[in-house]
């Protein structure tokens, strides 16, 4: 099954594909484009380079609600091209690992990474989150970005990713949830577009309750579990505008947001709730 999902998810997250993915050398023309150095963290620069619902904003939220200071090392699993550990070290300072299942996406985050003169605070390794092997490191913080709902089994993973965390330590997420009439897979059986974007079988949407249940599973205290759909909602709304409002100096490959966002409008709520759940490891 691990097998099959790393190629689904290759294919999704496919250069060229139906999302707006880019490699490093897109990336840095997209900034030099539009004037952006990547050594800020100018929101502008976050949206370039990630796809994340939450946008800058949601995800300095989550890094906040886990009180990250520059002392802490910290542990990131899922973390695709870079941008949200490439956020924590630009406004914290703090060193992060980032764990990615996909040679391409921990290629990219590598040279961002360079790009952004943060190669002594950030390293990247390519690994299964089911399945981690992160030697003698040890982490204060856990944080993990729009990628739990990729995770089939979420209370295994975390538990063992508690491995290398200290006790006492802080994790969370910013996550894709199941919606008001099902999830993704569901929504595919009624609307073509949604086939279209997104392959079958890397989803495993679960409401917030069972989110939070599976770090409770895991040995961890629940601190806070919020549902931020609205929120979520109206980032990507404002989002979609600016990309309509510059569809005409856009490249083929930007343009790609706005059908993709369009197409997540349409399954907010219904399809999609996001959600973010804060916890303490209490138990190992």
Known sequence: MRTRLRRALQRTYRLGGPWPVFGPRRLKELLGRYGLDPRQA??????????????????LALFDALRIGK????LSLGEGLGAPSRLLAKTVGCR??????????VATARAMAAAAGLEGRLEY??????????????????????????????ASALRGAS???????LAGCNDWLAGDEGDIEAAAKRMPSVR???????????????EAGAFEGAGFEILSAQDVTAEVDE??????AVLEAFRPVLA????????YFKVMLDLHFRFVRYGRVTARLVRK
Request: with cysteine; glycine share 6%.
């Open 196 to 210: 279209r974007a997104f392959e079958r079988g890397i989803l495993f949407q679960v409401d917030l309750k069972a």
């Open 96 to 105: 992060v690992t980032g764990v990615d299942l996909l040679p391409r996406q």
């Open 71 to 74: 002392r802490h090392r910290v």
């Open 125 to 154: 390794l390519c690994q299964d989150a089911h399945a981690l092997d992160l030697g003698p490191r040890r982490f204060d913080r856990l944080y993990v970005c729009d990628s739990m709902a990729h995770w089939n089994d979420k």
């Open 235 to 240: 980032t990507t709304r404002r989002r979609l």
């Open 42 to 59: 100018h929101p502008r620069v976050f949206d370039i380079e990630s796809l994340s619902h939450f946008r800058q904003a949601g995800t």
């Open 163 to 169: 491995r290398w965390l200290k006790h006492g330590a």
């Open 252 to 259: 083929a490959d930007e343009a790609l947001g706005i059908a």
